[in-house]
């Protein structure tokens, strides 16, 4: 039976949010989280911006270093040959990509406005898919920009192209949000059906409809007989009204109604990571949890009025679909509340040895402890506010791998 995978694309979608940004060691935390998680692939970042070549050989020599197994990283990138060619001149490593193309009519006039027709989009998209293989990748997606309003027979050209190239999924892209449930599921079991490879959903919520979406969507794939991979970001965030939310897809997915007895995710997920990187990613983004948000909303297991606190406190089951436990949260946090020593970017040795002696961080020597917290400064340049504990421990743990990620140097 084909199953469901998870393609969080947090750091690629997620960043290119208007208004948004991830420092590079903060990319890097939500890809150890993703691993931690279960993930089958984080969209780690785009392999032909320059800013990002140091943020991606790095993330990789953590592959190889053990640290980020079993996930794969994955690039995303235009299928465009000499883009392809970009990539793994600066990152030569790469091993998992996504080629993007726009496929709708819609983008064919209002966008290419005449450079490119439908024969060309196939053109671009083969030509780039030829280069990644030859150039050494092991995995590519082959992406239909605006999927939702493209003519389902091109889309299935397009798809086939794709498969006898040896791409090896076709990500769906509702990239307006346009799709409902009903519709996206009997495109994509036409595609699995007609095309005969795995379906990445990726949908976006400008109708509220994202998760819905890539739940329908991903039944579609797997009715069609292949391997559904939905798109999430960590919180929603992404372009707009954002994408399908990592934790209420997992949650979608394994406690609605009989779903979960014929559609299974691959791998095996760990929930109870929910609510540190949901926390993380909302402290990194420095955007607030809605309290009502699935699972990790404040509100998501408070009761209050008199016959739900009643029922929940007689059987939790009474009024809640799901414990909190599950999700990782009902640990009691501690916030100071008197003296407090922060680690920045103009901290000094006394200081920053004693938070690191609080999360029991302890130094062979003074030029060790001088070499992180420089690290530390140079984080706090990066990020503009105080670090969170798994950021000091990955820094300590790192240097190496922190200072890679630290080291921007601008037209080169
Ligand atoms: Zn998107």
Not at 25 to 46: A, D, H, P, R, W
Not at 286 to 309: C, K, L, W, Y
Not at 335 to 348: D, F, K, M, Q, W
Request: hydrophobic fraction near 40%; glycine fraction near 10%.
């Amino acid at each position: 039976m084909p199953k469901i995978y998870l393609i969080d694309v947090t750091n690629r979608d997620g960043v290119q949010t208007a208004k948004l940004s991830l420092s590079k060691i903060e990319k890097t935390l939500i890809n150890i989280y993703l691993n931690e998680m279960g993930v089958f692939q984080s969209e780690f970042g785009f392999p032909t911006t320059r800013h990002e070549s140091r943020y991606l050989q790095a993330n990789l020599e953590l592959v190889e270093m053990g640290v980020l197994q079993p996930i794969h990283l994955g690039g995303w990138l235009r299928a465009i040959a000499s883009d392809v060619e970009t990539a793994f001149k600066l990152v030569p490593n790469l091993r998992h990509l996504n080629l993007s193309i726009s496929t709708s009519q819609q983008m064919i006039t209002g966008k290419f406005q005449g450079r490119k027709n439908e024969d060309d989009i196939i053109n671009d998209m083969v030509g780039a898919v030829d280069a990644a293989r030859a150039l050494g990748a092991e995995t590519i997606g082959v992406n239909a920009e605006d999927a939702s309003r493209t003519d389902l027979d091109f889309l299935i050209k397009f798809g086939l192209a794709a498969k006898e190239h040896g791409a090896d999924r076709l990500r769906y892209c509702d990239t307006l949000g346009y799709d409902n449930p009903f519709t996206i599921y009997e495109t994509t079991r036409a595609l699995a059906e007609n095309v005969g490879i795995a379906i990445e959903q990726h949908c976006h919520g400008d109708l509220g409809l994202a998760v819905a979406n890539s739940i329908a969507g991903a039944k579609g794939a797997i009715d069609g007989g292949r391997d559904a991979y939905i798109n999430t970001t960590v919180n929603g965030i992404g372009e707009r009204a954002g994408n399908a939310d990592l934790v209420a897809v997992i949650l979608a997915a394994t406690k609605s109604k009989g779903f979960a007895e014929k559609y299974q995710l691959g791998g095996s997920i760990d929930l109870s990571k929910a609510w540190k990187i949901g926390k993380f990613a909302s402290y990194a983004f420095g955007v607030p949890i809605p309290m009502n948000q699935p699972g990790i909303g404040a509100n998501a297991f408070a009761h209050e009025s008199g016959i739900h606190a009643d029922g929940v406190l007689k059987d939790p089951e009474n009024y809640e679909l799901y414990g909190f436990e599950e999700l990782g949260r009902g640990d009691t946090e501690l916030v100071e509340t008197g003296r407090e020593i922060c680690a920045g970017e103009y901290s000094g040795i006394s200081g920053f040895r004693h938070i690191m002696g609080k999360i029991e961080v302890a130094f062979s020597n003074r030029e060790e402890a001088n070499e992180v917290l420089e690290l530390v400064r140079y984080a706090n340049v990066e990020s503009q506010k105080p670090l969170v504990e798994d950021e000091l421990l990955f820094i300590a743990e790192y240097p190496k791998i922190a200072k890679k990620l630290l080291t921007l140097a601008p037209l080169e």
